[in-house]
C-alpha cells in the first residue's frame, strides 16, 4: 500500500531574531509538532511508537556523520525495495530549512540502506528523491537489517537543489529504537542475519549523530496494529541549504 503525504504549509514556524555571533536554535515546537501531527493524520493512523512525543521540534541542524557504502547517482525513484524480502517501511522525511524554520521544497534526498541479512547492494534499497512542496521526501524501503560493525540504521544525503549532482548540504545516518531492531531481527529472513549486533550506544555514529537537541531515531507506526504488515517511520532533519559539507 502506497502513503501520500497531503500536508500542505504556509509557515511552519516565525522568525527569530538570531544572536550575532552564533545563532540559537529556533524553537518551533508548537509548529513543528503541528506539522509532525498533520503528517500522521493524512494518513488517518493513530500513534503507536515507543515515545510518547515525536523528536526533533527545534529548528536545529542534524549532525554530519560518515558516508559509507555510498554509491553515486542513485536511480531517481520512490520505491526502492526492487522485491528484497522484508517488513515494509513507509520512510516520511521531513526537511527544514534551519534558516528560516521552513520546509525545503525541491531538495533531492538519497537514501540507501541493507536488506534483512545486512547486506548493501550496489542498486537495491537505494534511490533519489524531491522534497515536496512541504518539504517531505517519501520512501518505500524495508526496515533495514543490521551489519557488523554499527548499530541498526538507514543512511541519507540531501542535496540543497533537485540535482543529485549538487553539492551536498548533509549526510546523515537514520536509526531505530533497540527493540525494534530486537523484535524485528526475530522475524523471516532477519533471523538469517549473520552479522554481530551492536547496539545504539555502542556506535560512535550514533553519538555523533545525536549531539547538540537533535534526535537521529526514526518515530515508526505499525499499519493496523500489524508490524509484518509494515510500518511507517517519521523523521524531520534539519539542514542548512546555504552552506555545503561535500
Not at 506539522?35 to 512525543?53: D, H, I, P, S, V
Not at 528560516?100 to 534511490?127: H, I, Q
Not at 522475524?187 to 542475519?193: L, M, R
Request: proline share 6%; glycine share 8%.
Amino acid at each position: 500500500m502506497r502513503f501520500t503525504s497531503f500536508v500542505s504549509l504556509a509557515v511552519l514556524c516565525g522568525i527569530v531574531a538570531a544572536v550575532p555571533t552564533s545563532p540559537a536554535p529556533r524553537d518551533c515546537s508548537a509548529e513543528v509538532a503541528r506539522y509532525n501531527m498533520e503528517r500522521r493524520e493524512a494518513r488517518g493512523l493513530a500513534k503507536r511508537t515507543f515515545y510518547t512525543n515525536m523528536l526533533n521540534l527545534t529548528c536545529v541542524l542534524a549532525p554530519e556523520t560518515i558516508r559509507e557504502d555510498y554509491v553515486a547517482n542513485a536511480p531517481i525513484r520512490t520505491d526502492v525495495t526492487e522485491s528484497q524480502p522484508g517488513v515494509a517501511l513507509t520512510l516520511d522525511i521531513g526537511v527544514l530549512d534551519t534558516t528560516t524554520c521552513k520546509p525545503l521544497s525541491n531538495a533531492m534526498v538519497e537514501l540507501w540502506g541493507p536488506n534483512a541479512v545486512g547486506e548493501y547492494g550496489s542498486t537495491f534499497l537505494r534511490g533519489a528523491t524531491k522534497t515536496a512542496t512541504n518539504g517531505i521526501a517519501e520512501f518505500q524501503t524495508i526496515f533495514p537489517g543490521y551489519t557488523t560493525g554499527s548499530a541498526n540504521h538507514l543512511n541519507i544525503l540531501v542535496h540543497p537543489t533537485a540535482s543529485e549532482t549538487a553539492g551536498v548540504s548533509h549526510i546523515g545516518q537514520l536509526f531505530f529504537t533497540d527493540p525494534w531492531t530486537d523484535i524485528i531481527g526475530q522475524y523471516t529472513n532477519y533471523n538469517k542475519n549473520t552479522n554481530s549486533r551492536m547496539k545504539n550506544a555502542a556506535d560512535p555514529s550514533f553519538v555523533a549523530a545525536n549531539k547538540n537537541g537533535f534526535n537521529s531515531i526514526v518515530d515508526i507506526e505499525e499499519i493496523h496494529d500489524d508490524w509484518p504488515e509494515g510500518i511507517i517511520g517519521y523523521i524531520t532533519v534539519g539542514v542548512n541549504p546555504t552552506k555545503l559539507v561535500a
